[in-house]
């Protein structure tokens, strides 16, 4: 049985313009969609996250669920799943429930290989740097700034020595090339970016890039077909495009520019997430993707739980099923400040509870009427334990605020100092008061202001706190930030600015995912 037959003609791709991966999974070829509509784009973000996770995944599957249950031409834009959580403690990123993508573990593990072709272009620009240096070092290069990537958590490539150097691997999802991958709009524009890359610098302590090596264009020969979207169904048969998967703590959280171009130029309506809390996702979502890429937001979908907002709170895992309605009080505070962050980008804003079987009518009703305190639409989405039943009412909410317009706007101007556009994010997304610099810090963004001055801002801090120290639960206020070290990213167009404790090379859990993943009767099980 074709599963994409009827998707292909009902969004008009032909059977030219894809590649198909067995039954389940095929590739769009970009170039050949007809860029002659625009469809309206909702955005999913959520509260500050927790160790019970508050299901962005799963409510963007269940809109799109919901939106075709509706008879609307709809389609997901999501993020591959990076193995690193995988394995780790986080699990994969396909949903769960009754709304989910297929073929899930497939898309969990190796997907279509494009982390796999990130990851080589990545360490085949390495391997060109130590090669020329090698080979007599004609650009003198004194110092490599540019790292070598790994999809797995590996806590001891943090910290390593290659030809007698200390450096530092990053995983393949936070990497320069895999935000390069997720920035480009077309083939040379991913070689301009690729040629941007800054790699070192020389004894007069100029930058050096990458086209100096003459190695970008075996980049992008690895990179080609990898540009291309990957199409994956719903189980209830709504096309999703996965693609990219870039960390929102650490890097930009978004699913490529391609992927949502193409999908606004296929369908009515287009719904996409982006990682973690809205202070990192949604944030940069708005002030990164959105401004580089020139497409606009038409709503936005915060997502809240009854247990993070308890977890928020102050209640324990052990007591998180007890009733607290004083606790769940208190982190509603996460929530309105979440909330009133959306609200210095946009106007069509939507509070969906993910409900569990465990929460409580009362409890509920809490959340019910702070949304409606606030002026804000309010929806109790069950997707997970009903399909696409339980997002009728979030689904046909959306519909009737996306005609509205949604005064967009980003918060702040790129060409403002460095440290200014990060204040503006520390002061107002974040809520500190003061804002401290390492030397290290001071010392390179002083380097960087008159290169990439006009750059945007890419904060990676912990996801679990709007803070940069992850105890630090609710709404803190007037506290203060350590800004630890600066990464320019010339190639992406950005600059991504440490905070506290933040690694770029994760670390595996005392009990990792994988040992629950085997291979039985020749199927993988517990990839989740």
């Given at each position: 049985m074709?599963?994409?037959?009827?998707?292909?003609?009902?969004?008009?791709?032909?059977?030219?313009?894809v590649?198909?991966?067995?039954?389940?999974?095929?590739?769009i070829?970009?170039?050949?969609?007809?860029?002659?509509?625009?469809?309206?784009?909702v955005?999913?973000?959520?509260?500050?996250?927790?160790?019970?996770?508050?299901?962005?995944?799963?409510?963007t599957?269940?809109i799109i669920?919901g939106?075709?249950?509706?008879?609307?031409?709809?389609?997901?834009?999501?993020r591959?799943?990076?193995?690193?959580?995988?394995?780790?403690?986080?699990?994969?990123?396909?949903?769960?429930?009754?709304?989910?993508?297929?073929?899930?573990?497939q898309?969990?593990?190796n997907?279509?290989?494009?982390f796999?072709a990130?990851?080589?272009?990545?360490?085949?620009?390495?391997?060109?740097?130590?090669?020329?240096?090698?080979?007599?070092?004609?650009?003198?290069?004194?110092?490599?700034?540019?790292?070598?990537?790994l999809d797995?958590?590996?806590r001891?490539?943090?910290?390593?020595?290659?030809?007698?150097?200390?450096?530092?691997?990053?995983?393949?999802?936070?990497s320069?090339?895999?935000?390069?991958?997720?920035?480009?709009?077309?083939?040379?524009?991913?070689r301009?970016k690729?040629?941007?890359?800054?790699?070192?610098?020389?004894?007069?302590?100029?930058?050096?890039?990458?086209?100096?090596l003459?190695?970008?264009?075996a980049?992008?020969?690895?990179?080609?077909d990898?540009?291309?979207?990957?199409?994956?169904?719903?189980?209830e048969?709504?096309?999703c495009?996965?693609?990219?998967?870039?960390?929102?703590n650490?890097?930009?959280?978004?699913n490529?520019?391609?992927?949502?171009?193409?999908?606004?130029?296929?369908a009515?309506?287009?719904?996409?997430?982006?990682?973690?809390?809205?202070?990192l996702?949604?944030?940069?979502?708005?002030?990164?993707?959105?401004?580089?890429?020139?497409?606009?937001?038409?709503?936005?979908?915060l997502?809240?739980?009854?247990?993070?907002?308890?977890?928020?709170?102050?209640?324990?895992?052990k007591?998180?099923?007890?009733k607290?309605?004083?606790?769940?009080?208190?982190?509603?505070?996460n929530?309105?400040?979440?909330?009133?962050n959306?609200?210095?980008?946009?106007?069509?804003?939507?509070?969906s509870?993910?409900?569990?079987?465990?929460?409580?009518?009362?409890?509920?009703?809490?959340?019910e009427?702070?949304?409606?305190?606030?002026?804000?639409?309010?929806?109790?989405?069950?997707?997970?334990?009903?399909?696409?039943?339980?997002?009728?009412?979030i689904?046909k909410?959306l519909?009737?605020?996306?005609?509205?317009?949604?005064?967009?706007?980003?918060?702040?101007?790129?060409?403002?100092?460095?440290?200014?556009?990060?204040?503006i994010?520390?002061?107002k997304?974040?809520?500190?008061?003061?804002?401290?610099?390492?030397?290290?810090a001071d010392n390179k963004?002083?380097?960087?202001?008159?290169?990439a001055?006009?750059?945007?801002?890419?904060?990676a801090?912990?996801?679990?706190?709007?803070?940069?120290?992850?105890?630090?639960?609710?709404?803190?206020?007037?506290?203060?930030?350590?800004?630890?070290?600066?990464?320019?990213?010339?190639?992406?167009?950005?600059?991504?600015?440490?905070?506290?404790?933040?690694?770029?090379?994760?670390?595996?859990?005392?009990?990792?995912?994988?040992?629950?993943?085997?291979?039985?009767?020749?199927?993988?099980?517990?990839?989740?």
């Amino acid at each position: 049985m074709d599963k994409f037959k009827k998707i292909l003609k009902e969004y008009n791709i032909s059977e030219n313009n894809v590649v198909r991966y067995g039954n389940d999974i095929l590739k769009i070829d970009y170039k050949k969609i007809n860029n002659n509509k625009k469809g309206k784009l909702v955005l999913v973000t959520a509260m500050s996250p927790t160790i019970y996770g508050e299901g962005k995944t799963c409510t963007t599957i269940g809109i799109i669920n919901g939106l075709g249950k509706l008879g609307y031409k709809v389609m997901g834009t999501l993020r591959e799943p990076s193995m690193g959580p995988v394995f780790g403690q986080k699990g994969g990123a396909t949903g769960g429930g009754l709304a989910y993508v297929t073929p899930s573990t497939q898309i969990n593990l190796n997907f279509t290989g494009d982390f796999s072709a990130i990851e080589s272009a990545n360490n085949l620009l390495c391997a060109a740097i130590d090669n020329h240096i090698y080979q007599g070092n004609v650009l003198k290069i004194k110092k490599i700034l540019f790292r070598r990537c790994l999809d797995v958590n590996d806590r001891a490539l943090r910290h390593v020595t290659i030809n007698g150097e200390d450096c530092e691997f990053t995983i393949t999802a936070a990497s320069e090339i895999m935000a390069i991958f997720c920035l480009a709009e077309n083939l040379d524009d991913l070689r301009k970016k690729l040629d941007n890359i800054i790699i070192g610098i020389d004894e007069k302590d100029n930058y050096i890039k990458a086209k100096e090596l003459n190695v970008t264009g075996a980049m992008v020969a690895l990179l080609k077909d990898a540009l291309n979207p990957n199409m994956v169904l719903t189980n209830e048969n709504v096309p999703c495009l996965i693609h990219g998967g870039p960390f929102a703590n650490i890097a930009h959280g978004c699913n490529s520019v391609i992927a949502t171009k193409t999908a606004l130029n296929l369908a009515d309506y287009v719904v996409t997430e982006a990682g973690f809390g809205a202070d990192l996702g949604a944030e940069k979502f708005y002030d990164i993707k959105c401004k580089m890429a020139n497409i606009k937001p038409d709503a936005t979908v915060l997502i809240a739980t009854i247990k993070a907002l308890k977890h928020h709170g102050g209640v324990q895992t052990k007591d998180i099923y007890d009733k607290n309605n004083d606790a769940l009080i208190k982190g509603l505070d996460n929530l309105k400040k979440h909330l009133d962050n959306l609200k210095l980008y946009s106007n069509n804003i939507i509070i969906s509870l993910n409900k569990y079987d465990t929460d409580l009518d009362d409890e509920i009703k809490l959340v019910e009427e702070f949304a409606k305190k606030e002026n804000v639409e309010f929806s109790i989405n069950s997707s997970y334990l009903d399909g696409s039943i339980g997002s009728i009412d979030i689904s046909k909410k959306l519909i009737n605020i996306l005609d509205n317009d949604n005064n967009y706007k980003p918060l702040y101007d790129y060409n403002l100092p460095i440290k200014e556009k990060i204040e503006i994010i520390s002061k107002k997304i974040y809520g500190a008061k003061t804002i401290n610099y390492t030397d290290e810090a001071d010392n390179k963004i002083k380097q960087i202001e008159n290169i990439a001055g006009n750059y945007p801002i890419c904060i990676a801090k912990t996801q679990y706190s709007l803070s940069d120290d992850p105890k630090k639960l609710g709404a803190p206020k007037d506290y203060e930030i350590t800004v630890k070290d600066v990464v320019l990213y010339n190639g992406a167009g950005f600059i991504t600015i440490l905070l506290g404790s933040i690694v770029q090379m994760p670390g595996l859990p005392k009990k990792p995912n994988y040992e629950n993943i085997d291979v039985i009767d020749d199927e993988i099980i517990n990839v989740k």
